[in-house]
């Protein structure tokens, strides 16, 4: 079974970059399509990027498309979140998830990392 660890959060000034890490154990990602979701206080976990099993494809949400960047190193068992131009409203818990289906609803990956916290500061 996956198990996935997210780090490289942490707190930031807007404007900053910060680049996240999802670690894969117990298994390997190579099948899997790979995507991160992000829940702020108060609100319900939204999707932010997933990449393809080989990743040529990547999709983002709007809000984000532009200054982040998915990418994964299978051969490392990894996948990242490149985030630059980071604003208030990035701040977040960011999850990483592996699933079976190339789709933006978390719904359809079948394991999840534990979080990681991204504070944004003016």
């Known amino acids: 079974q996956v198990q996935l660890v997210e780090s490289g959060g942490g707190l930031v000034q807007a404007g900053d970059s910060l680049r996240l890490s999802c670690a894969a154990t117990g298994g390997t990602i190579r099948s899997y399509v790979m995507g991160w979701f992000r829940q702020a206080p108060g609100k319900e976990r939204t999707f932010v990027a997933i990449v393809s099993v080989g990743g040529g494809a990547r999709v983002y949400t709007d809000s984000v498309e532009g200054r982040f960047t998915i990418s994964r190193d299978n051969s490392k068992n990894t996948v990242y979140l490149q985030m630059n131009s980071l604003k208030l409203e990035d701040t977040a818990v960011y999850y990483c998830?592996?699933?079976?289906?190339?789709?933006?609803?978390?719904?359809?990956?079948?394991?999840w990392g534990q979080g990681t916290q991204v504070t944004v500061s003016s």
């Open positions: 998830a592996a699933g079976p289906l190339f789709r933006d609803d978390g719904n359809d990956y079948s394991y």
